[in-house]
């Protein structure tokens, strides 16, 4: 029959590693990963910065009802509104006021998008005096 001994090497082998094959596959699935992953990540990003600005114009909007109660006039500018865009604002958008002096009086808060958010499909985002909300798509706000 043949040596017990040999019959047991015969049958435990060690592995070698990976074939090339193998690692050609696992580098396909990891490089479809991120083909899927990263532009989702990004947009995921650029979601939340806009939803930050968002936030800030619409504060800005009620700081000038305020104004206007106060001082029957709309502030020309965020710091005579004593405000401050925080800085994941003030770094990816610049934020603005038109004031209409009327009749009726108005004013309209733009966030233009800057530096990396300016790929943004958003675009300018703005309210104004009564509400109103617009930004280049409709599902933006």
């Known amino acids: 029959m043949g040596d017990p001994m040999m019959r047991t090497r015969r049958h435990c082998r060690t592995p070698q590693g990976f074939t090339l094959i193998e690692a050609v596959v ?3 699935v990891a490089a479809i990963l991120a083909a899927v992953a990263i ?3 990004s947009e995921y990003v650029m979601r939340s910065h806009r939803s930050a600005v968002q936030s800030f114009i ?3 909007a009620s ?9 029957r006039s709309y502030a020309a500018t ?6 401050t865009p925080p800085a994941e604002v003030a770094a990816r958008y610049a934020i603005a006021i038109a004031v209409v002096a009327g009749p009726p009086a ?13 790929t943004d499909r958003c ?4 309210i104004d005096q009564a509400g109103n909300r617009t930004a280049v798509t409709t599902r933006c706000w």
């Open 26 to 28: 696992v580098m396909a």
């Open 39 to 41: 532009p989702n990540y």
């Open 58 to 60: 619409s504060d800005v």
């Open 63 to 71: 700081r000038q009802s305020q104004f206007f109660v106060d001082r």
């Open 78 to 83: 965020v710091a005579a509104l004593n405000m």
């Open 106 to 118: 108005g004013f309209q808060v733009s966030a233009t998008p800057t530096g990396s958010q300016a």
């Open 123 to 126: 675009g300018q985002l703005t």
